[in-house]
């Protein structure tokens, strides 16, 4: 249910278009699931994005004809955001790449699901997006799932895609959705 500010209202927050102003909240979020050094590419060896790369990040997001992004917020505090980044090249302008993170404490409540949604609702009404990407590490059963149940397919995967500081590789799944 939407109120007259645009905002879906869930049982367990609300979601609503990202503004820049959510950028430093967005990048505590970020940096928190990268600490866990579990399903990103960037490691915490790795640096964290700046606020003004965040804000760079979120204002693709808005001012790009095939891009958009969400958050999720419980009472003032962001706790998932979702973005849509198309790309400028003539042959992919009409697809876009999705990159989703919830905070840890707030998954299996159904905030993802609601974040996806919301983007694949929202994708299907811009006639320049045909298809939504994604990648997964291939070991995120929880994520593939949901992807799936929301009708995502596998494309490929890249074996070894990552390697951890272990020295354990990781692979990579590619899902794709035609809207």
């Known amino acids: ?40 590419a960037t490691s915490v060896q790795d640096r964290c994005r700046t606020v003004e790369e965040q804000e760079h990040f979120i204002y693709k997001a808005i001012n790009h004809s095939n891009s958009a992004a969400w958050v999720c917020c419980l009472d003032q505090e962001i706790i998932g955001s979702l973005f849509v980044l198309g790309g400028d090249l ?33 994708m299907r009404k811009n006639s320049r997006v045909h298809k939504i990407q994604l990648s997964v590490l291939s070991d995120n059963i929880k994520a593939i799932d949901l992807y799936q149940r929301l009708g995502f397919e596998q494309e490929g995967e ?22």
Do not use: P
Request: glycine share 8%.
């Open 1 to 40: 249910m939407k109120n007259r500010a645009g905002t879906k209202k869930l049982s367990r927050g609300s979601i609503r278009l990202v503004a820049l102003e959510d950028a430093e909240q967005i990048l505590d979020l970020y940096c928190s699931i990268i600490e866990e050094d579990l399903y990103f």
């Open 90 to 122: 003539l042959r992919t302008h009409h697809r876009v790449e999705l990159e989703i993170q919830v905070a840890k404490e707030h998954r299996g409540l159904g905030i993802g699901h609601a974040l996806m949604n919301t983007a694949i609702r929202e």
């Open 158 to 179: 890249i074996r070894g895609a990552f390697k951890e500081a272990t020295g354990q590789y990781r692979s990579e799944m590619i899902m794709g959705l035609w809207v």
